[in-house]
C-alpha cells in the first residue's frame, strides 16, 4: 500500500465518523494531554483503530485523538504524538498532520515537554517557538513528493507563523503568563545528550530541546497550514550545572506546568480569527 492510500484510508475512517471540518489540530506532548478535558461536545477515536494510524508507546501519551468545540472552535486534538525514537518512519511520525490537512484544518498548534539551554529560563516555563533546528537526521520530505499537498523544496525560513506568535504574546501578557520566544533543537533520541552535545547546541543558538515537533512542523509547512509551537520547559539542561533528568521528572513538571499551558492555549484559540468560509 502507498503511503497516499495509507493517508487516505486513516482520513476516510476518521472522516465518516466527525462529519464536520476542524478548524484548529492539536498536538499535546508529554503531560499536557489535559487540556482535551476541556473540549466540548466530545468525538473520541482511539489510535488503535484509526486504518494506518501509528500507535503511542511513551508514558504520558494517551493515544487518542478527540473532536469537538473548545472557546468557540472546532477542534481536533491528538493526545499523544508519535516519535522517530519509537522506531516509527518520518513519514509514519506525520501522517496525522496529513491526514489533518485532508479534514481541513487551517491551523496546528503544536506542543512539547522539553529541555532548556538559555540560562534565562527556568523549569516549568513556557517557550513560544519562533524557529527551530532540525537534528534528527531525517525528516518527512524526502522521498517522492507528495504535490497533492506542497511543492518539492517547501521554505522552512518561516515555518512558524508570525501573526499566530504575535497573538499568543499577546494574550500571555494579557493574562500575565509569562513567556520566552526562541529556537527548538529536534535530536532523535530516546537518550538525554551528554554535556558535550548540550555545549554544542547552546554554541548553535538552540534554547531548548527535545525528540519531536520539528517533523509535524516541516509536514505542516509543507501542506501550508499555519504553524505555533509551544514548549514546556521540564528540566534545565544546562551542561555545567547538570541535574541527570528522567521522563518521571519531565511528567512531573509538565503535570505543574498544565494550568499555565491549558489557560495560555484556551484564550489564544478564542482570540483567533478565521475567514467566513471556514
Do not use: W
Not at 176 to 184: A, L, M, Q, S
Not at 212 to 217: D, G, L
Amino acid at each position: 500500500m502507498s503511503y497516499m492510500e495509507k493517508i487516505d484510508k486513516a482520513y476516510d475512517y476518521i472522516k465518516n465518523i466527525i462529519c464536520q471540518k476542524p478548524q484548529i489540530g492539536i498536538v499535546l506532548g508529554t503531560g499536557l494531554g489535559t487540556l482535551a478535558d476541556y473540549i466540548e461536545n466530545k468525538i473520541i477515536i482511539d489510535y488503535k483503530d484509526i486504518p494506518e494510524f501509528p500507535v503511542s508507546t511513551v508514558e504520558g501519551h494517551a493515544g487518542r485523538l478527540i473532536f469537538g468545540d473548545l472557546e468557540g472552535k472546532k477542534i481536533l486534538a491528538m493526545q499523544g504524538r508519535f516519535h522517530y525514537y519509537e522506531g516509527y518512519t518520518m513519514k509514519e511520525v506525520t501522517l496525522p498532520v496529513r491526514v489533518m490537512k485532508k479534514l481541513g484544518i487551517d491551523m496546528l498548534l503544536l506542543s512539547n515537554a522539553c529541555g532548556g539551554l538559555n540560562k534565562a529560563f527556568s523549569a516549568g516555563d513556557i517557550m513560544i517557538i519562533n524557529d527551530h533546528i532540525n537534528l534528527i537526521g531525517d525528516n518527512p520530505l524526502i522521498g517522492a513528493n507528495l504535490s497533492v499537498f506542497g511543492p518539492r523544496f517547501p521554505d522552512m525560513s518561516q515555518a512558524y507563523d508570525a501573526e499566530l506568535i504575535r497573538i499568543c504574546s499577546e494574550v500571555a501578557e494579557r493574562l500575565d503568563i509569562k513567556v520566552h520566544k526562541g529556537v527548538y533543537t529536534a535530536i532523535s533520541g530516546p537518550y538525554y545528550l551528554s554535556k558535550a552535545e548540550l555545549r554544542m547546541l547552546i554554541t548553535m543558538g538552540s534554547d531548548t530541546v527535545g525528540m519531536s515537533t520539528v517533523p509535524e512542523a516541516i509536514a505542516a509547512r509543507h501542506c501550508g497550514i499555519r504553524t505555533i509551537g509551544l514548549s514546556c520547559i521540564t528540566d534545565m539542561a544546562l551542561p555545567d550545572s547538570l541535574v541527570p533528568p528522567s521522563h518521571e521528572e519531565v511528567v512531573r513538571v509538565a503535570e505543574l506546568t498544565k494550568p499555565r499551558f491549558v489557560k495560555l492555549v484556551r484564550e489564544f484559540i478564542k482570540e483567533v480569527k478565521f475567514s467566513e468560509s471556514l
